[in-house]
């Protein structure tokens, strides 16, 4: 999966200005993004503040550790 150039927090920042008053078209244009692209991160990102990106990010990292340690396996537990 390609990375992304832009952080969460620049996402919602991006949102933010967009709700302020903003154009789409002119927020897309000045970032080089594709209005279909805001609207994907509008989906994903609306509504949430800059801490919510935070909070959100250390639960999956949490959970990817969990995932991916043998002991926390369901399956691992059934053998």
């Known amino acids: 999966m390609r990375k992304s150039k832009f952080n969460e927090s620049q996402i919602v920042t991006t949102l933010k200005q967009v709700e302020i008053g903003r154009q789409v078209k002119d927020v897309c244009l000045e970032?080089?993004?594709?209005?279909?692209?805001?609207?994907?991160?509008?989906?994903k990102y609306g509504g949430m503040e800059a801490s919510d990106v935070q909070q959100k990010r250390g639960r999956s990292q949490v959970s990817r550790r969990i995932v991916s340690d043998p002991c926390f396996s369901v399956l691992a537990c059934f053998r």
């Open 31 to 43: 970032l080089g993004i594709s209005d279909a692209t805001y609207y994907v991160w509008k989906s």
